[in-house]
């Protein structure tokens, strides 16, 4: 599995971004894929989660109701949509993808290369 993240930026507090993860290879159908992310000298943290096949989503308390998770899975693309956004969500961003819909990001087996995601205030 292949993952290729896109769509970090600079934005304002309050605005919102859209990023995505194009993904490629064989049985990815099977996985579950997230999202997560670090912050400058934070350690990497959950975001959210979804079963590819059932669409079952997953979000961290700090992103609840202000992102959603999704994925178009005739184009292989899963996508984070974030609303609202604060400068605390300053981080790069990763998708990921593993077997369960988990928040630890052990059970994740690929990983993308990270997009770059900066609120400004």
């Known amino acids: 599995v292949q993952l290729q993240a896109s769509g970090g930026g600079l934005v304002q507090t309050g605005g919102s971004l859209r990023l995505s993860c194009k993904a490629s290879?064989?049985?990815?159908?099977?996985?579950?894929m997230g999202w997560f992310r670090q912050a400058p000298e934070k350690v990497r943290e959950f975001v959210a989660a979804?079963?590819?096949?059932?669409?079952?989503?997953n979000y961290a308390d700090s992103v609840k109701g202000r992102a959603t998770i999704s994925r178009d899975t005739a184009k292989n693309i899963l996508y984070l949509q974030m609303d609202n956004l604060k400068p605390e969500d300053t981080a790069v961003y990763y998708c990921a993808a593993g077997s369960l819909n988990s928040e630890y990001e052990a059970l994740y087996d690929h990983w993308g290369q990270g997009t770059l995601v900066t609120v400004s205030s």
């Open positions: 979804i079963t590819w096949k059932g669409g079952v989503d």
């Open positions: 290879g064989r049985a990815f159908s099977s996985y579950a």
